[in-house]
C-alpha cells in the first residue's frame, strides 16, 4: 500500500475550481478530485494551525488533547499523569502509527513541529525531513524533497508519505516571475461596493484596514499582500495574492503527480488531499486569517482518491478532520484505538453512502474564544472572547442563504440560537464526561483565566490607540469596556 497525504495549509475550499470557484486555480486538485471522492462538508474540530494538526494526529478534539491555543498551558498536551507507561500514549495512538503497524514505511515533510514547538506533530514518523523555514517555506522549497524522496522510494509498496505546503498561508509569497494568472479575472461576484464600505467600517485583526494584525503596514517582501484594503483595486491585490498562492502550489503538486505516474506509481497510490484549516477572505469581514470558529476558517477540502472505491463521487455528509484516522483503520480492517473521537465514513468511499454526523462542533481559542454548531444549513456561534473584533455574543449564520456569513441573523430566530446552545451543551457534557486522564479542566476556560488567546493577548492598548487615531473613537470605548483586564 502507498499513502501520499498533501496538507495545504490555510487552503480555502471556497477558492478551489472542483469546490466551485470561478477562478482557474487548482487544475491538478480538480482532475484528482474526478477520480476519488470529494467531501463539502469537512471541517477541522479545532483551528487553528497546531489545534487542528493536533487533534488529526491524536484523534482527540482538543477539548480532550488539551491544545486549543498557540500559546500558554493549552499551547501544549495533557499530560498523562501518573498513569503514563514506559512511552505514552500516542506513540501506539497517533495517526502514522496506525501505518506503522500495518508495516508501513512512514515519511513526514514538513516543518510544523519546530513552528509551534509543537514536537507531539513528529510521533509516529520513521523519517522527518524539515524543510526549515518554520512555515515560511515557497513551493520550490518544499518540492525537491518530495521529489527526491519519491525518486528514492515511490516505487515500493510499503509507504505513507506526508507532505505539507505552505503558500497559500500569508504572507502570500508566490514568486515574482511567476506572474499573476488571474490579473485580468475580476473579484468575485460577492465582493461588491457595498460589501467594501461594510467592511470597513468593521473593528478587529485583519479587518480592512488592519490586514497586519493591529496595523496597516505594509511588508515590501511580500508585494501580494496590502496592508489595508481602501478600495476595489486593494482587494483584488488581497484575493489575487491568495489565489496566486493556491495556483502555484497545485503546479508544484501537479510535479509530484508526474513524478508519481513517470515512476508507475500512481495509480495505486492513496491521494488525500487536506488541510490545516481554511482561510477568512471576506467571511466575517475579516481578509487573510483563520482566526474564528466560523465556516471560513474551518472548513477544508477533503479530497480521497482511493483505487477501487468511488470514482468522482461528492459527499455533502458533516465530518470532522479527525474522522479520517478512523476511517483509515476501518479500511484496513484494524481496530481504532478507543481514545480516538472520530467516526469512520468508509461507507462514504466504499460505496457511497452517507455516513455523516448529525452536527458538528468547532472551535477556536487562539484569536478569538468561540465554539459553533453547524446543524442543518445553520452555523451558531458562541463568542466568549471577541478578539477585538466586537462580535455579538451569540451569532446566527443561513449557510445557504448567506454562505459568507454577512448576516447575523439571531436575533431574528431565537429558537435556532436556543437549538445549537443545546447542542453545543450536549457535545460539551459529552466530552467532560470522556476525557482521557482525571481532569476537569475545559481548556477553553484555561485560555480565559490566562487573559485570553495568545494572538489578542497584550495586544489591545496599542490598538486602542490606533483606533482613535483613525476616527474610530467608539469602537475604541466598547473594546476598552468589554476587556477592562487589559489595562490592569
Known sequence: MRVLLLDLDSTSPDHLGCYGYERDTSPNLDRL????????????????????????????????????????????????????????????????????AEGMHTALVSPFGERHSAWHFYAGF??????????????????????????????????????????????????????????????????????????????????????????????PEYPRQPGEIRDRDDLKRMIDGYDCGIRYMDGHIGQIFETLERLGAMDDTIVVVTADHGENMGQLGIYGEHGTADRGTCRIPMIIRWPGMRQGHVDHGLHYHLDLPPTFADLLGRPAPKSWDGQSYAPALKSGEDSGRSYLVISQCAHVCQRSVRFGRWLYMRTYHDGYHLFDRDMLFDLEADPYEQRNIASSHPELC???????????????????????????????????????????????????????????????????????
Open 33 to 100: 478530485a474526478e477520480q476519488g471522492v470529494r467531501f463539502t462538508n469537512y471541517f477541522t474540530s479545532d483551528a487553528p494551525c497546531m489545534p487542528s494538526r493536533t487533534a488529526l494526529m491524536s484523534g482527540q478534539f482538543g477539548i480532550h488533547n488539551g491544545v486549543v491555543n498557540h500559546g500558554g498551558r493549552a499551547g501544549d498536551p495533557r499530560q498523562e499523569g501518573e498513569d503514563r507507561e514506559f512511552v505514552a500514549r500516542l506513540t501506539d495512538e497517533c495517526f502514522p502509527a496506525l501505518f506503522r
Open 126 to 219: 520513521n523519517e522527518i525531513h524539515n524543510t526549515g523555514a518554520r512555515g515560511g517555506e515557497s513551493a520550490e522549497q518544499v518540492t525537491p524533497v518530495v521529489l527526491d524522496w519519491l525518486e528514492r522510494n515511490a516505487r515500493r509498496d510499503d509507504w505513507m508519505l506526508y507532505v505539507n505546503y505552505w503558500d497559500p498561508h500569508t504572507p502570500y509569497r508566490a514568486p515574482e516571475e511567476f506572474g499573476n494568472p488571474f490579473e485580468d479575472e475580476p473579484l468575485p461576484g460577492w465582493m461588491t461596493d457595498e460589501t467594501i464600505a461594510r467592511h470597513r467600517a468593521k473593528t478587529g485583526p485583519h479587518s480592512m484596514r488592519e490586514i497586519n494584525m493591529y496595523d496597516s503596514r505594509e511588508q
Open 418 to 488: 436556543r437549538e445549537g446552545m443545546y447542542l453545543l451543551a450536549e457535545w460539551h457534557d459529552d466530552m467532560m464526561k470522556s476525557m482521557p486522564y482525571p481532569c476537569d479542566t475545559d481548556p477553553l476556560w484555561t485560555v480565559m483565566s490566562e487573559g485570553g488567546p495568545y494572538h489578542a493577548r497584550g495586544h489591545l492598548p496599542r490598538y486602542i490607540e490606533r483606533l482613535k487615531a483613525t476616527g474610530r473613537a467608539e469602537a475604541a470605548e466598547e473594546l476598552a469596556r468589554r476587556h477592562p483586564r487589559e489595562f490592569e
